[in-house]
Nanobody
Framework: QVHLVESGGGLVQAGGSLRLSCAASGLTFTHYTMAWFRQTAGQERSFVAT????????YYADDVKGRFTISRDNAKNTVNLQMDSVKVEDTARYYC??????????????????WGQGTQVTVSS
């Protein structure tokens, strides 16, 4: 079975940094585009960032561009999201996702093949 397990969420002050990680198992990691989405109460999940199978193509949502960095370690089957200069509006539950389609499709699809269970990020003012 495919599993994605997120970690690294928590409480951080505005302007600070946080690093999320996602460990994947049960899949051939290099066959998958990986991504992060986020969701706040009452809202649909929205795209944050994605990275292609070998890490040379990345896309970001406009509101995180220049502040967040997605990366992957194919030797460890992990994908990370470095969040810098966080804002109160970054508060959300963050979900890791995997899909065998391209990174360009991942940034527009609301339905990746695999979701993690999510990790909560709360940014205080």
């Amino acid at each position: 079975q495919v599993h994605l397990v997120e970690s690294g969420g928590g409480l951080v002050q505005a302007g600070g940094s946080l690093r999320l990680s996602c460990a994947a198992s049960g899949l051939t990691f290099t066959h998958y585009t990986m991504a992060w989405f986020r969701q706040t109460a009452g809202q649909e999940r929205s795209f944050v960032a994605t990275i292609n199978f070998n890490g040379d193509i990345t896309y970001y949502a406009d509101d995180v561009k220049g502040r967040f960095t997605i990366s992957r370690d194919n030797a460890k089957n992990t994908v990370n999201l470095q969040m810098d200069s966080v804002k109160v509006e970054d508060t959300a539950r963050y979900y890791c996702a995997a899909d065998r389609r391209s990174a360009n499709i991942m940034r527009f699809t609301g339905h990746p093949e695999v979701w993690g269970q999510g990790t909560q990020v709360t940014v205080s003012s």
